[in-house]
């Protein structure tokens, strides 16, 4: 590495080759604390404490050379230094604070114990090193550079509390003391006044599942097309800007308006997703990461064709196309040029086992070039144990510590279809569910046309949990360059939307994979990811609640609650008033929200309908042996429209192609162009008949 030690500022994140001398522990406040004595590239000996919560050290070998990233520089501390300032919780006189003090209070009581009167180095829990064997190839990958780690405005020598201007000034002077943006772990800062990033619900980040199978002639599945996913593929008029301290700032606006098919009178809350997060300061945390790739039977089918037809019989493949386990390796090979040196990779396999291919270690540490290459030669085959393949990836991650800065995270690559272990959605659904509870969360990533959009929404609508279909290989690579560390740091968990009065009730929650879980009263959302934005508008940035009224008034308490992810909690409450009869919209964000909405509500309900004639249907042989396929293995079914809902799709056209007008979003026109397929499907269906 070319970083030296001698120009580094206290706060610096420096990475350095260095020969290792010596090592001693201690205990400190009860936490073991190690002392490092190194030798850089200079000649310097250099002293390195490495924190509790630091990678463990295996032993080290004296006189062999370490790589070592992401080390905090640090200046000890000056304990005489005093201010006219008083602690607002225990009254003692407050100091200036220190870089030291961000770390572990071990370490600053270690410092002093070893005796420690220079600058010196800090191998933290974003810290790593790794040994540099003679004649090894060198990773060449630069290093991002980090922001500056920022000492604490002031630090309480009697009770340990950090306290910033801001805290500081609002103890000394109230409530109207001038605010100042306020800095969060991670580099998480709420600066209100420059760009913000939006915030999206977790679940499906798009409907190419839905789209591909009616282009290729095939009726999706109803989960496909959710409207969280539908929504990501837009962006977001929200709001007016509000006065707030936190990170999520939600904006609300209501609605009320006929729909355009049955003619009934809706009413409609729009929850506007944004941040006060800047843009310039967003980053992602550092990852472990453990990928996870389906490697079963079914992967070797057409990318663009089903494992099994409509009588339930495995397909013959097509040497011609591109094979769904073709698109995954090369889609995990540019997920990986997306990590950092200080990340780590893992990376499972799994068909009727899991298989540990690649232990989890540091990305510098890794030659990343061969990792690619046995990527690329992997083969498919076997049945599909999800289970296996998800508790081989937990147990890499399980002895880490999840926190605002580390992001312990297991992306799955495979058709959702298993048939082997634990298959049903409740049982999946669970063992995601405790992993997230640990602070594990899961993106799925859906291979192939049949790929189940019924299981991958039951399951992504876990806390920290996302998902997302891939089109083809080259399309996905392209947005992982847009949005894969927004993909990867989820923002605000367990936000809650209660309605706070007697009024009204909650029909139905469109735009969150857990809006099933809403009461009369209650809206859940389990997790919101950062989002682009364009022109002020966020990606994905809303969510609808469709109103029930009860006794007709116009006004509506709410309350909301949520925590960020530095563990922070809020509760904000605020009244919209709902107007008594249709008319002009608040903002277009609602109005383009109402509308698709509307318009996947429509398309779910045909696509409902058109499977479970495919499942009820006579005239058909559908005999299938004992465990020849399992219930997420799903068969082709035809596309077929009835005249019945042609129609209906003749006017949902007209009105879509009205409000993509009134809110100036020629995006909506892909939506035209699919309700045009179907509709020529119809006329085609009764020529044929006609015959």
Same mark, same amino acid.
């Given at each position: 590495? $070319?970083?030296?030690?001698?120009?580094? !500022?206290?706060?610096?994140?420096?990475?350095?080759?260095?020969?290792?001398?010596?090592?001693?522990?201690?205990?400190?406040?009860?936490?073991?604390?190690?002392?490092?004595?190194?030798?850089?590239?200079?000649?310097?000996?250099?002293?390195?404490?490495?924190?509790?919560?630091?990678?463990?050290?295996?032993?080290?070998?004296?006189?062999?050379?370490?790589?070592?990233?992401?080390?905090?520089?640090?200046?000890?501390?000056?304990?005489?230094?005093?201010?006219?300032?008083?602690? *607002?919780?225990?009254?003692?006189?407050?100091?200036?604070?220190?870089?030291?003090?961000?770390?572990?209070?071990?370490?600053?009581?270690?410092?002093?114990?070893?005796?420690?009167?220079?600058?010196?180095?800090?191998?933290?829990?974003?810290?790593?090193?790794?040994?540099?064997?003679?004649?090894?190839?060198?990773?060449?990958?630069?290093?991002?550079? $980090?922001?500056?780690?920022?000492?604490?405005?002031?630090?309480?020598?009697?009770?340990?509390?950090?306290?910033?201007?801001?805290?500081?000034?609002?103890?000394?002077?109230?409530?109207?003391?001038?605010?100042?943006?306020?800095?969060?772990?991670?580099?998480?800062?709420?600066?209100?006044?420059?760009?913000?990033?939006?915030?999206?619900?977790?679940?499906?980040?798009?409907?190419? &599942?839905?789209?591909?199978?009616?282009?290729?002639?095939?009726?999706?599945?109803?989960?496909?097309?959710?409207?969280?996913?539908?929504?990501?593929?837009?962006?977001?008029?929200?709001?007016?800007?509000?006065?707030?301290?936190?990170?999520?700032?939600?904006?609300?606006?209501?609605?009320?308006?006929?729909?355009?098919?049955?003619?009934?009178?809706?009413?409609?809350?729009?929850?506007?997703?944004?941040?006060?997060?800047?843009?310039?300061?967003?980053?992602? *945390?550092?990852?472990?990461?453990?990928?996870?790739?389906?490697?079963?039977?079914?992967?070797?089918?057409?990318?663009?064709?089903?494992?099994?037809?409509?009588?339930?019989?495995?397909?013959?493949?097509?040497?011609?196309?591109?094979?769904?386990?073709?698109?995954?390796?090369?889609?995990?090979?540019?997920?990986?040029?997306?990590?950092?040196?200080?990340?780590?990779?893992?990376?499972?396999?799994y068909n009727h086992r899991a298989?540990?291919?690649?232990?989890?270690?540091?990305?510098?540490?890794?030659?990343?070039?061969?990792?690619?290459?046995?990527?690329?030669?992997?083969?498919?085959?076997?049945?599909?144990?999800?289970?296996?393949?998800?508790?081989?990836?937990?147990?890499?991650?399980?002895?880490?510590?999840?926190?605002?800065?580390?992001?312990?995270?297991?992306?799955?690559?495979?058709?959702?279809?298993?048939?082997?272990?634990?298959?049903?959605?409740?049982?999946?659904?669970?063992?995601?569910?405790?992993?997230?509870?640990?602070?594990?969360?899961?993106?799925?990533?859906?291979?192939?046309l049949d790929a189940n959009a019924?299981?991958?929404?039951?399951?992504?609508?876990?806390?920290?949990?996302?998902?997302?279909?891939?089109?083809?290989?080259?399309?996905?690579?392209?947005?992982?360059?847009?949005?894969?560390?927004?993909?990867?740091?989820?923002?605000?968990?367990?936000?809650?939307?209660?309605?706070?009065?007697?009024?009204?009730?909650?029909?139905?929650?469109?735009?969150?994979?857990?809006?099933?879980?809403?009461?009369?009263?209650?809206?859940?959302?389990?997790?919101?990811?950062?989002?682009?934005?364009?022109?002020?508008?966020?990606?994905?940035?809303?969510?609808?609640?469709?109103?029930?009224?009860?006794?007709?008034?116009?006004?509506?308490?709410?309350?909301?609650?949520?925590?960020d992810r530095n563990g922070g909690?809020?509760?904000?409450?605020?009244?919209?008033?709902?107007?008594?009869?249709?008319?002009?919209?608040?903002?277009?964000?609602?109005?383009?929200?109402?509308?698709?909405?509307?318009?996947?509500?429509?398309?779910?309900?045909?696509?409902?309908?058109?499977?479970?004639?495919?499942?009820?249907?006579?005239?058909? $042989?559908?005999?299938?042996?004992?465990?020849?396929?399992?219930?997420?293995? !799903?068969?082709?079914?035809?596309?077929?429209?009835?005249?019945?809902?042609?129609?209906?799709?003749?006017?949902?056209?007209?009105?879509?192609?009205?409000?993509?007008?009134?809110?100036?979003?020629?995006?909506?026109?892909?939506?035209?162009?699919?309700? &045009?397929?179907?509709?020529?499907? &119809?006329?085609?269906?009764?020529?044929?008949?006609?015959?």
């Open positions: 590495m $070319d970083d030296t030690f001698t120009d580094t !500022r206290p706060g610096d994140r420096l990475g350095l080759d260095a020969e290792f001398i010596t090592i001693r522990t201690i205990g400190c406040d009860g936490a073991p604390v190690s002392r490092l004595l190194v030798t850089d590239q200079t000649g310097d000996q250099l002293t390195v404490l490495a924190t509790p919560d630091s990678h463990s050290l295996w032993p080290l070998k004296t006189g062999a050379t370490y790589a070592f990233s992401r080390l905090l520089v640090a200046d000890l501390v000056d304990t005489s230094a005093s201010t006219p300032h008083s602690c *607002p919780q225990c009254g003692d006189q407050l100091r200036p604070g220190w870089v030291l003090d961000t770390a572990d209070s071990a370490v600053v009581s270690a410092a002093d114990a070893f005796g420690i009167d220079e600058r010196f180095l800090i191998l933290d829990s974003t810290s790593s090193l790794a040994r540099l064997s003679a004649g090894a190839r060198t990773d060449d990958w630069v290093p991002i550079h $980090d922001e500056p780690v920022t000492a604490p405005d002031y630090v309480c020598p009697s009770c340990g509390r950090h306290i910033d201007e801001f805290e500081l000034r609002h103890a000394e002077h109230g409530a109207d003391a001038e605010m100042h943006a306020d800095a969060s772990p991670g580099g998480l800062n709420c600066i209100s006044n420059s760009e913000t990033v939006g915030l999206a619900t977790g679940g499906a980040k798009d409907v190419t &599942n839905f789209r591909e199978n009616v282009v290729n002639g095939y009726t999706p599945e109803p989960d496909a097309i959710s409207d969280e996913g539908l929504f990501y593929d837009y962006y977001f008029e929200t709001g007016e800007r509000t006065a707030t301290e936190s990170l999520f700032a939600p904006r609300y606006a209501a609605a009320v308006t006929e729909h355009p098919i049955s003619g009934e009178t809706e009413q409609y809350l729009s929850v506007g997703l944004d941040s006060t997060l800047s843009v310039d300061e967003f980053e992602r *945390p550092r990852l472990d990461l453990v990928a996870v790739l389906d490697v079963s039977g079914s992967m070797s089918s057409q990318f663009d064709e089903y494992y099994y037809d409509e009588q339930g019989h495995q397909c013959e493949a097509d040497t011609g196309g591109q094979t769904k386990i073709d698109a995954a390796t090369q889609s995990l090979c540019a997920l990986t040029e997306q990590l950092h040196v200080e990340d780590r990779l893992g990376v499972v396999l298989h540990v291919a690649k232990p989890i270690r540091d990305v510098g540490a890794t030659d990343m070039p061969a990792i690619r290459q046995h990527i690329r030669e992997i083969a498919a085959g076997g049945s599909t144990n999800m289970e296996d393949g998800f508790a081989a990836a937990v147990d890499m991650l399980a002895d880490g510590t999840s926190s605002s800065d580390v992001e312990r995270r297991v992306i799955f690559m495979t058709d959702m279809m298993p048939n082997t272990g634990e298959t049903g959605a409740s049982g999946l659904t669970d063992l995601f569910a405790d992993a997230a509870a640990d602070g594990i969360h899961t993106t799925f990533i859906g291979m192939g019924e299981l991958a929404d039951a399951v992504s609508g876990i806390r920290g949990a996302n998902h997302y279909f891939i089109h083809s290989a080259d399309e996905f690579e392209q947005r992982l360059g847009k949005e894969f560390d927004y993909m990867v740091t989820p923002l605000v968990y367990d936000l809650e939307l209660a309605l706070d009065a007697d009024g009204y009730e909650i029909e139905a929650v469109h735009g969150s994979p857990s809006g099933d879980a809403a009461s009369d009263q209650l809206m859940y959302v389990g997790t919101l990811f950062p989002s682009a934005k364009q022109d002020g508008e966020a990606r994905g940035g809303v969510l609808l609640v469709r109103l029930a009224p009860t006794d007709g008034e116009g006004s509506l308490a709410l309350q909301a609650s949520w925590t909690e809020h509760t904000e409450r605020t009244s919209v008033s709902l107007p008594d009869e249709p008319g002009p919209f608040t903002h277009n964000g609602v109005r383009k929200a109402v509308a698709l909405a509307r318009y996947a509500r429509e398309l779910r309900a045909w696509a409902s309908d058109v499977h479970d004639g495919a499942a009820t249907g006579t005239g058909v $042989d559908d005999w299938l042996l004992p465990d020849q396929r399992g219930e997420h293995e !799903r068969e082709s079914v035809p596309l077929v429209v009835s005249d019945q809902y042609a129609h209906r799709f003749a006017t949902l056209r007209s009105y879509l192609a009205d409000e993509m007008e009134a809110v100036n979003d020629e995006s909506m026109s892909q939506e035209l162009s699919l309700l &045009n397929t179907l509709w020529r499907s &119809n006329v085609q269906q009764e020529a044929e008949i006609s015959k």
